[in-house]
């Protein structure tokens, strides 16, 4: 027996800090494919779209195109696999519990491949890839598995001589529709509980970006999970995804993207079949910082929380309110973040920010900017795109934003950050609250009432105080208004992939 | 070694001194170690690690807990060790979830004005917490505890049964290669008066939880008050898993050939350590000479044997003295005029064998039918045909309650009778059906608290109700 406990040869981590990870250069692109029933196929059609890499504007590789034949063909897959006496339904609920953990273990051994497919296809920096979207896709798996054989009902005391109890079962097939910021992590938001609850899944991803939705599929056959109990469709919205929002035979739709096409999905919902909806959708978040904050904590968290992902964040802190106090000296320090902000090839280990996604996003993010200018905000910093260099835009700073302008108003979705002043709680409430959306809000501040009294009155579905961004697999994440129905992560996602079934039970009223 | 009845090995037996040492280390492992400060969710990651670690040495537990207790090397593997790694892994589950399923609640209060109030709850770990267990599943009794303890953010002290210690030691080795920080799991063989007794007593110790097993329930029971009032003098929280003799009602609408063999599981299961053991049986008049035949008929189909040997189905009682009890409690159920249909002796081979036992014409009155035997003896009793509530009456008339069980196609009766049975556990048309993530403990004199399931949890967490004004 080992001499020292506390030692590494006793199972004690090594608190040696681990070098950095580096990508991998030449990787080949294997699983380019529709995954069906465990099964790489071609498209219906015969069509292949290509899909790029941002920064360096090369395509990658050309994508198997699923079309409505296809998603047929997986939702049929999908619901063989839901079937009563199927090998997924049979299946008890830990064993379903030590798959999920097995797929976490696998995302923990291909965490180099999928974190440098990640950065190819979405042009985000790597270690961000590696240690933010794997890092949170390993968690969220490893919580869910935890979760499956947890799923309880409740006995309820109801008239005497009857007996009553809730079933919480799968809903069934459910389809998921993932964006192109979090490729991975926002599918595995959905794939975790949807299967931990014991349903069967027909995906599609973003359209830019299915490279490592696809290999993740090659990690689900290879841990185990019966045929179509994952099936993965890439291909377009209006296309692929229509077929799987009017799907007379999905049981319910996931989505994660803008909250234009969100109320398409709820509307082809509806008109089909009532499929039940859960979206997360666009957000205008505020970030409030009064005079009283940690004015180091604040810029930082302020800065990281607009700029992070490339402003390509539904948590986006993209009207930063200050409490005129402190205005001009956190302009001051936001634009020295700004400037400082290290902007180039994702692979590089000390970038910070890289391209915007594809040239629509871009175009769109200028022709905001632009806006600002003409509007009458004050450019700091910034303001244009990295001439000669693709997609990349320098990270801008406005000041003197009014809530009249485009910039305050509209979700920019890239390296854009407004800042506004305000002079009282109570109008930085009523103009944080004024916009449909209410994903996420932010507070700093180091008084107790203040730090409570604007986290009860803020429309938004989480409230961040002397934080950004932080997210974590227990806490339920989803918005008020419009951006969003129901929650992700947490207990809370289970009810999103479970139906409730009430069981009655007469006991006959004589003595048997 | 309860087959060849030699020596295994000699064991440290811990002392008062070892028992402090060994509080005072569970005591700064939960206040000032890593183990308090790391987040559940790592809580988990090393428990997980830790059942693949026993999974991984599955074969060598069993064979330890074979040699140690007389388990059947096979039911070893599957259930005592097979059902160890499956706590485990279920409670890392639980880790992180702690304050989500409904404990952490935002509570509603009045909001006065002009201020207003926030109330939430948390719920927290105790501290040291001291675990007894018995001997007749040495390693799962352990896990049972030990894990709900873990995962809500406890350190440990925990006492193997004097007979049984060795899959316990393997377990401490395999916590430390799991990487459990030093002092968040303790083990000290040694005597229940000694050890037991000072834990039970210890102020630093937060919560004794005990599963006992002796051939009496009385003695049982003297422990237990013992260790209750020890307990009291610092309010320690305390759950008691105590014995039983639980009842198993046959109805004539059962399907037979099941209920012989359930039944038969009921009695025998673990050479009949097992404290949810069908202790009565009570079989309709219209089945009974049928069901008696039934189970004689199997009986002589069973392999008597060692317990290593994989085809064995019954092995030898745990030690010398408790053989000896049962063959004690065998003459007194003739002596008070049951009828002795088959067994009731020791088996004719080295080693603490008994014969699987059947006594039928048991009247309620008779000392077989109210003490726990803990050993292979089935105790039949007719029932008029038709007679519920005079069969439930009987099956209830125990001070004990930790399980029961009832086998009938008729669904009115199975939920009728499940619903008037004094017990912890009601199993219908089968029996020993526990799981990881149903809660199990007793009623009346078979003790408070539960092991398993989410319940469990709550036995070694306090909750905490946080309000502010603003």
Not at chain 1, 340 to 349: E, S, T
Request: glycine share 8%.
């Amino acid at each position: 027996m080992a001499a020292l406990n506390g030692a590494v040869e006793n199972g004690q981590p090594d608190k040696k800090v681990p070098p950095l990870p580096r990508p991998l250069r030449s990787l080949e692109v294997k699983y380019t494919k529709i995954f069906i029933n465990n099964e790489w196929h071609e498209s219906t059609s015969g069509k292949k779209f290509p899909t790029y890499n941002p920064s360096t504007l090369e395509k990658i590789c050309d994508i198997e195109e699923g079309d409505k034949p296809d998603v047929d063909n997986a939702v049929e897959a999908a619901k063989a696999a839901f079937q009563r006496g199927s090998p997924w339904r049979q299946m008890d609920a830990p064993s379903r519990g030590r798959l999920l953990h097995k797929l976490a273990d696998l995302l923990e051994r291909d965490r180099v491949i999928l974190a440098t497919l990640e950065t190819m296809d979405t042009g985000k920096p790597f270690l961000q890839a590696y240690f933010i979207d794997l890092e949170g896709c390993i968690k969220t798996l490893r919580y869910y598995a935890g979760w499956a054989d947890k799923i309880q009902g409740r006995t309820i005391p109801v008239d005497e001589n009857f007996v009553c109890f809730t079933r919480h079962e799968p809903m069934g097939v459910c389809g998921a529709i993932t964006p192109w910021n979090f490729p991975l992590l926002m599918l595995v938001w959905k794939m975790a509980p949807a299967l931990c609850c014991g349903n069967t899944l027909v995906i599609k991803p973003a359209e830019q970006t299915p490279l490592t939705s696809l290999y993740i599929g090659s990690l689900i056959k290879e841990v185990g999970f019966p045929p179509g109990v994952v099936n993965i469709v890439p291909g377009y919205g209006p296309t692929a995804g229509a077929a799987i929002s009017t799907h007379e035979s999905i049981d319910k739709i996931a989505f994660t993207g803008s909250t234009k096409v969100g109320k398409l999905i709820k509307e082809a919902a509806s008109k089909s079949n009532l499929k039940r909806v859960t979206l997360e959708l666009g957000g205008k978040n505020p970030c409030i910082v009064c005079a009283d904050a940690d004015l180091d904590l604040a810029v930082e968290c302020a800065h990281q929380g607009v700029f992070f992902n490339q402003g390509q964040c539904c948590t986006a802190a993209s009207r930063v309110f200050v409490e005129e106090q402190i205005y001009p000296e956190f302009v001051r320090r936001s634009v020295e973040f700004a400037k400082k902000r290290l902007v180039g090839d994702p692979f590089d280990a000390t970038t910070e920010q890289g391209p915007q996604i594809d040239q629509k996003q871009f175009d769109k993010i200028l022709e905001l900017i632009e806006s600002g200018k003409k509007e009458g905000a004050k450019l700091e910093c910034g303001g244009l795109a990295i001439e000669d260099r693709g997609l990349f835009i320098k990270p801008t700073v406005f000041s003197e934003v009014t809530d009249n302008m485009r910039i305050a108003k509209e979700e920019i979705f890239g390296p854009v950050q407004p800042i506004m002043k305000f002079k009282s709680i109570e109008e930085v409430i009523r103009r944080a609250n004024s916009t449909e959306y209410g994903l996420t809000a932010a507070v700093f501040t180091k008084n107790l009432d203040r730090a409570l009294t604007l986290a009860s009155a803020l429309q938004s579905g989480t409230v961040w105080i002397n934080c950004y961004n932080a997210l974590y697999a227990q806490a339920p994440f989803g918005g008020f208004k419009m951006s969003g129905n129901g929650r992700e992560l947490g207990e809370y996602a289970l009810a999103e992939y479970t139906e409730v079934k009430t069981v009655t039970i007469k006991l006959s009223q004589k003595s048997p | 070694n309860a087959t060849f009845v030699q020596v295994i090995a000699s064991v440290s037996s811990a002392s008062v001194a070892d028992v402090d040492k060994a509080v005072a280390a569970a005591k700064e492992a939960f206040e000032n170690g890593e183990w308090g400060r790391m987040n559940a969710r790592e809580r988990g990651r090393l428990m997980y690690r830790l059942a693949d670690l026993m999974e991984e040495h599955q074969e060598e537990l069993a064979t330890i807990e074979s040699i140690d207790s007389g388990a059947v090397y096979t039911l070893a593997l599957k259930t005592h060790i097979g059902m160890s790694v499956q706590t485990f892994r279920y409670f890392a589950g639980w880790c992180d979830k702690i304050q989500a399923s409904g404990y952490g609640a935002t509570i509603p209060i009045n909001q006065a004005r002009p201020n207003h109030n926030l109330t939430f709850t948390k719920k927290e770990p105790i501290g040291v917490c001291a675990i007894i267990i018995p001997w007749n599943y040495p390693l799962m009794m352990l896990a049972w505890k030990s894990a709900a303890c873990l995962a809500a953010g406890n350190t440990l002290v925990l006492k193997p049964a004097q007979v049984t210690p060795l899959t316990s030691l393997k377990f401490a080795e395999l916590s430390a290669k799991a990487g459990f920080p030093k002092g968040v799991i303790n083990i000290l063989p040694g005597s229940g008066g000694l050890v037991g007794q000072h834990l039970s007593e210890h102020p630093d110790v937060r919560k004794v939880g005990f599963t006992g097993s002796t051939p009496t329930g009385k003695q049982i029971m003297k422990r237990s008050i013992f260790i209750f009032y020890s307990a009291a003098a610092n309010l320690k929280k305390v759950s008691l898993e105590l014995g039983g003799k639980s009842p198993l009602i046959i109805f004539s609408d059962c399907e037979l050939d099941r209920a012989v063999k359930m039944g038969m599981g009921a009695v025998y299961f673990n050479k009949g350590e097992n404290c949810i053991a069908a202790g009565r049986l009570f079989v309709e008049e219209s089945i009974h000479d049928e069901f008696v035949r039934k189970v004689v008929e199997e009986i002589k189909k069973m392999k008597i044997g060692d317990p290593l040997d994989r085809s064995t189905d019954h092995g030898p009682q745990n030690h010398k003295a408790h053989l000896e009890k049962l063959l004690q409690y065998c003459e007194t159920g003739v002596k008070e005029g049951a009828t002795l249909v088959y067994g009731g002796r020791q088996v004719r081979r080295p080693g603490f064998f008994m014969e699987p036992t059947v006594f039928t014409d048991v009247e309620d009155h008779m000392y077989i039918a109210q003490e726990e035997s803990f050993g292979p003896v089935m105790v039949i009793s007719k029932f008029k045909n038709g007679d519920v509530d005079g069969v439930l009456r009987r099956a209830n008339a125990t001070e004990y309650g930790l399980a029961s069980g009832v086998f009938t196609k008729d669904i009115n009766k199975a939920l009728y009778i499940s619903e008037k049975l004094e017990a912890g556990t009601v199993f219908i048309n089968t029996y020993n059906k526990t799981d990881v993530a149903a809660p199990f403990g007793g009623f009346k004199l078979s003790g408070f608290g539960k092991d398993l399931g989410e319940e469990a949890l709550h036995e070694y967490l306090r909750t905490k109700a946080i309000t502010v004004e603003y």
